[in-house]
């Protein structure tokens, strides 16, 4: 696998995102990682600058199976330091000088956590995200506490992972804190329902969301509409440029819904 080399960060707004549709097996750890790598190699060479995988990618999501218990749950999670497929993602990134949000259960002294490890251009673990709203089978993951922006390159993002969706506070959150990009590693609800919800979020909160779900990739904009969508049964991807200058120039526009909001008035 060659190396690629990014356009020069200073070349402008553009950013080129990888949306990985594949579907997991629940459990198989070691076949799930080895589709993620073929899809990787596949999509290697196409010039994104981040790729996004489906929520819990690595264990396919187990802890939505009634019978595996919390305890069960935790076997399965990794510790980022010590996993040999996050040492290979890591190289991945350092060869293709991009990031990678990868969904998968993190083992930690709390518990388990449904965890986005964000990996950098240099395959250094720039952060992670721990999923904050969790409802039902979800509810054997320890929670996260925070919504915290990743600082890139091509400036700050946010993550929140499927259901953290349906709370607006989420994504107005990251926005005040200065997100352009929201990047969402998803499992459950997609389709028509799901496509107005994003829509409906990028626009109150002038922010581009990138979804990354098993069977749906979509890429709802600032002004509140589809710019990319791909649905499909079939393992696949989708690649689309966003423009960042688009958030901008809404946030900085005379009616921006961000800067006029009144906070004192929502108490």
């Not at 196409?46 to 009634?66: K, S």
């Not at 925070?146 to 993002?157: H, N, W």
């Not at 946010?158 to 989420?170: H, K, L, N, S």
């Not at 329902?193 to 600032?222: D, K, Q």
Request: glycine share 8%; aromatic share 8%; with cysteine.
């Amino acid at each position: 696998m060659a190396a690629r080399k990014r356009r020069p960060e200073t070349s402008g707004s553009i950013v080129r995102v990888c949306l990985l549709k594949i579907k997991p097996e629940k459990g198989t750890q070691e076949q799930n990682f080895a589709r993620l790598a073929a899809a990787l190699e596949t999509t290697h060479g196409l010039g994104a600058d981040v790729f996004v995988t489906p929520e819990c990618y690595l264990d396919g999501y187990i802890a939505a199976d009634a019978a595996v218990t919390r305890e069960a749950l935790s076997s399965l999670g990794i510790v980022p330091e010590q996993s040999r497929y996050v040492r290979a993602l890591k190289d991945f990134c350092k060869k293709s000088c991009a990031w990678l949000v990868f969904g998968c259960t993190e083992a930690t002294a709390e518990g388990p956590k449904n965890a986005a490890l964000i990996l950098d251009r240099q395959g250094a673990l720039a952060g992670t995200y721990h999923k904050v709203h969790l409802q039902s089978h979800d509810r054997k993951f320890s929670a996260g506490r925070s919504l915290p922006v990743f600082q890139s390159d091509f400036g700050a993002f946010g993550v929140m992972i499927c259901a953290d969706r349906r709370w607006p506070e989420t994504t107005r959150t990251l926005a005040l804190k200065g997100a352009r990009v929201i990047f969402v590693p998803s499992y459950g609800m997609h389709g028509e329902g799901n496509e107005r919800m994003m829509r409906t979020r990028s626009y109150e909160s002038e922010v581009f969301i990138c979804f990354a779900h098993p069977e749906e990739s979509l890429i709802t904009n600032p002004t509140g509409e589809s710019e990319a969508r791909l649905v499909s049964s079939c393992d696949g991807y989708l690649l689309h440029d966003i423009d960042l200058a688009a958030v901008d120039a809404l946030r900085n526009a005379e009616s921006s819904h961000l800067k006029d909001r009144v906070p004192d008035a929502y108490a």
